[in-house]
């Protein structure tokens, strides 16, 4: 069950995707005066080293957010305001220049809170050894009462926070899956958490792979939105498989992961023109070979 560890996969194209659409809604929401609720149900460590033996191990950076960065697309005026600010609050974290730390959804999160709207941050992580990690890297943040981090199941502990206080939410769902059950609790979480909290945001992050759970998700959650009478929006982005060849004695690339979705129920009104500009340029940046596209839709 804890087998999975971030670590390996941190800044790789299903972080880009997922982040530079959460930093979209994020600021979306915190435009709006009244204090955001945010929970994060499987928060991970929350920082990531990408010189690490985790990240260096795997070198699913590389086809993210280091190509991205490296891309003549990155210095183009017409870069989308989305995957900008993606940019622009991924190079916040490296100061001295250099892509060598990766912020996880935690540290994306926390950076666009307001502590003079008493924005709150609840993060919850089950494995042992990121969680302790998480707290000492919350810790180091010194953001007082604003980020609360708990070793608990997100998917139990989510249902006494909504609604919140005041009335307003963004709850982020992004499990592991590792275990195909993952996929049903998510649409459960989901059309629970509508009937508690019919107005909150909810944004859900699936990995695109030949497995009939994961093909069902989006199909599923569409259908519980649906039934809510709640707008929704879903995003998927698939760099294709690598055609290069590996070198001999090393494992062969583009045989990981290689697509990965967002489902967003009630989404900004702004978030659907945003990802239209931002899907294309991230597949032109990010897209190696066969299997390469972006998706876009919405309905409500």
């Known amino acids: 069950m804890f087998s999975y560890r971030h670590g390996f996969h941190a800044g790789n194209h299903a972080d880009v995707l997922k982040h530079t659409a959460l930093i979209a809604v994020l600021k979306h929401l915190t435009a709006k005066p009244t204090a955001l609720t945010v929970v994060d149900t499987h928060a991970g460590a929350g920082l990531y080293r990408l010189d690490s033996d985790f990240a260096g191990t795997s070198g699913e950076a590389q086809d993210g957010v280091l190509r991205l ?3 003549p697309l990155a210095t183009d005026p017409a870069l989308s305001p989305l995957v900008r ?7 916040s974290f490296n100061p001295k220049g250099g892509l060598k730390v990766y912020p996880g959804s935690p ?5 666009l809170l307001r502590h003079e709207a008493r924005d709150r941050l609840r993060l919850f ?3 042992p050894t990121d969680s302790k990690a ?9 953001a007082g009462r604003q980020v609360a981090v708990q070793r608990a199941d997100g998917f139990e502990s989510l249902r006494a926070l909504l609604p919140p206080p005041s009335r307003r939410a963004l709850v982020l769902i992004d499990p592991s899956y590792e275990i195909k059950s993952d996929y049903a609790k998510v649409a459960a979480c989901i059309q629970e958490s509508l009937k508690r909290f019919v107005t909150g945001t909810y944004f859900v992050w699936y990995p695109v792979i030949p497995r009939p759970e994961a093909h069902e998700l989006p199909r599923r959650l569409k259908t519980i939105a649906n039934h809510a009478a709640r707008p929704w929006l879903h995003a998927t982005l698939s760099i294709g498989q690598s055609e290069a060849k590996a070198p001999v004695g090393e494992p062969a690339k583009g045989h990981g992961l ?3 979705g967002v489902f967003v129920v009630n989404p900004p009104h ?4 945003g990802l239209q500009l931002a899907l294309p340029q991230l597949l032109e940046a990010l897209g190696r070979g066969r299997g390469k596209g972006q998706a876009l839709e919405s309905a409500g």
């Open 85 to 91: 600010d993606y940019l622009d609050l991924v190079a």
């Open 258 to 260: 290689t697509a990965s």
């Open 134 to 142: 998480l707290a000492g890297h919350v810790a180091q943040m010194e």
């Open 69 to 71: 960065a490296a891309s």
């Open 270 to 273: 702004t978030l659907k023109a």
């Open 125 to 127: 992580e089950m494995h």
């Open 107 to 111: 540290f994306v999160i926390q950076s």
